[in-house]
T-cell receptor
Framework: DTGVSQDPRHKITKRGQNVTFRCDPI?????LYWYRQTLGQGPEFLTY????????KSRLLSDRFSAERPKGSFSTLEIQRTEQGDSAMYLC?????????????FGSGTRLTVV | GQQLNQSPQSMFIQEGEDVSMNCTSS?????WLWYKQDPGEGPVLLIA?????ELTSNGRLTAQFGITRKDSFLNISASIPSDVGIYFC????????????FGKGTRLSVIA
């Protein structure tokens, strides 16, 4: 296993279009997280899953955003009717559910540019 | 969204110098983590801290969990060019691998 994989690495889309990103976590990890990072900022939490259950969603996750993890393995993040403000790096991370917060393994991210 | 207060925002140092950066919060955290991010990549975990007062090292890096549980510090000794990048602190109020709150980062530049 080579770590957390995200696809695509870059996406340029026109405003109003829908986009979907994919994340493949480390195979034995049961937790999967989505974060968004804009220029000059730290990552901001969007949502996370334990297996196929979505455990928490941030207020940043508007109704145009939807995330799924149907079989508890890979996850998709869809943004409908994209806006210029959606331009950001979308980071996926995975971990085991443990007693300690030992930190996650992040992927390299998908950079979205909305024009 | 809420973020931690991280300082300084950026640093320019000479190779071989020591570096210190810190992170503060208005609320208590149970876990503090420090990450490094290179351009175009995701953050990579450097050090994790779990107890107030804890001091942990990872090679030339040393981090401390503040006694008040509202702050953390990262020191890098004898900096080298590959230390260049953005360093983020992150905290969690809960136990277990739950969502993290990140700082805005400290951008480190090393002059050879």
């Amino acid at each position: 296993d080579t770590g957390v994989s995200q696809d695509p690495r870059h996406k340029i889309t026109k405003r109003g279009q829908n986009v979907t990103f994919r994340c493949d976590p480390i195979s034995e990890h049961n937790r999967l997280y989505w974060y968004r990072q804009t220029l000059g900022q730290g990552p901001e939490f969007l949502t996370y899953f334990q297996n196929e259950a979505q455990l928490e969603k941030s207020r940043l996750l508007s109704d145009r955003f939807s995330a799924e993890r149907p079989k508890g393995s890979f996850s998709t993040l869809e943004i409908q009717r994209t806006e210029q403000g959606d331009s950001a790096m979308y980071l996926c991370a995975s971990s085991l559910a443990t007693a300690h917060n030992y930190g996650y393994t992040f992927g390299s991210g998908t950079r979205l540019t909305v024009v | 969204g809420q973020q931690l207060n991280q300082s300084p925002q950026s640093m320019f140092i000479q190779e071989g110098e020591d570096v210190s950066m810190n992170c503060t919060s208005s609320s208590i955290f149970n876990t503090w983590l420090w990450y490094k991010q290179d351009p175009g990549e995701g953050p990579v975990l450097l050090i994790a801290l779990y107890k107030a007062g804890e001091l942990t090292s990872n090679g030339r890096l040393t981090a401390q969990f503040g006694i008040t549980r509202k702050d953390s510090f990262l020191n890098i000794s004898a900096s080298i060019p590959s230390d260049v990048g953005i360093y983020f602190c992150a905290g969690s109020r809960n136990s277990g691998n739950t969502p993290l709150v990140f700082g805005k980062g400290t951008r480190l530049s090393v002059i050879a």
